[in-house]
């Protein structure tokens, strides 16, 4: 891992360690990305579920390749966003395991149960800074669909990243969302196995 000033660059390593300067004024204090109002029982949920610490959850790197492929985008992940990280599990067209969550375009994805788009993100004032934009892996383009689990809760996202900016129509939204539901499919099995083996 190569240090460069008050940065950290990722190659080939498990976290790109880097700081933003974007911030909110959320919950009486200011943090560096958006947080829903549920965000305590989200995290609360997300810690009891075990699935943070749980192994990879087969066949969700082959859905991570069909999404990439199907929507002809470098990259898609399977995030799940903890109180200051973001962790990768599952992944395709990228190393890193996971970022600082401050860093992460899936915090605006888990405020809603729909599609968040971010069509050129050099062009949006919320990401132009953002080092995942201006240095590797350079996104301009992101889709997240948010995983929403047990109780209405959304843990992470499937999201698709590219390097250069495009569109996404009603039409992609609609199956981004379907793969994203087959990766709840996929995790609350691993949930329930989890359960069923403490």
Same mark, same amino acid.
């Given at each position: 891992?190569? %240090? ?6 990722? !190659?080939?390593?498990? =976290?790109?360690?880097?700081?933003? $300067?974007?911030s909110f ?8 990305? &958006?947080?829903?109002p ?9 810690? $009891?579920? *075990? ?10 790197? @082959?859905?991570?390749?069909e ?6 985008? %470098?990259?898609? =992940? !399977?995030?799940?966003?903890? %109180? /200051? @990280?973001? !962790?990768?599990?599952?992944k395709?067209? #990228? ?8 860093? +992460?375009?899936?915090?605006f994805?888990?405020?809603? /149960?729909?599609?968040f =788009?971010?069509? /050129?993100?050099?062009?949006d004032?919320?990401? +132009?800074?953002? &080092?995942? @934009?201006?240095?590797? &892996?350079? #996104? ?7 995983? =929403?689990?047990?109780q209405?809760?959304?843990? *992470?996202?499937?999201?698709?990243l590219? &390097? %250069? ?5 009603? *039409? /992609? ?12 499919d996929? !995790?609350?099995?691993a949930?329930? $196995? #989890?359960?069923?083996?403490?």
């Open positions: 891992m190569a %240090k460069n000033g008050n940065a950290t660059s990722l !190659v080939g390593e498990d =976290i790109l360690v880097i700081p933003t $300067a974007a004024y959320l919950g009486g204090g200011v943090t560096e990305f &958006p947080l829903g549920n965000e305590t029982e989200r995290l609360r949920v997300l810690q $009891a579920s *075990g699935l943070m610490d749980a192994l990879a959850v087969a066949g969700l790197d @082959v859905l991570c390749e999404a990439a492929r199907h929507f002809s985008v %470098k990259t898609a =992940i !399977v995030t799940l966003l903890d %109180k /200051d @990280v973001q !962790v990768f599990k599952a395709f067209g #990228i190393e890193a395991n996971s970022t600082p969550r401050r860093m +992460a375009f899936c915090n994805t888990i405020l809603s /149960d729909q599609v =788009i971010v069509g /050129d993100a050099l062009a004032q919320r990401f +132009a800074s953002n &080092p995942l @934009v201006t240095g590797p &892996p350079f #996104i301009r383009f992101y889709a997240g669909a948010p995983l =929403i689990f047990r209405e809760v959304r843990l *992470g996202a499937l999201c698709l590219h &390097p %250069k900016p495009r569109t996404f129509s009603l *039409g /992609d939204r609609a199956e981004l969302h379907e793969m994203a539901d087959r990766v709840t996929f !995790v609350s099995d949930w329930y $196995a #989890i359960d069923h083996h403490q």
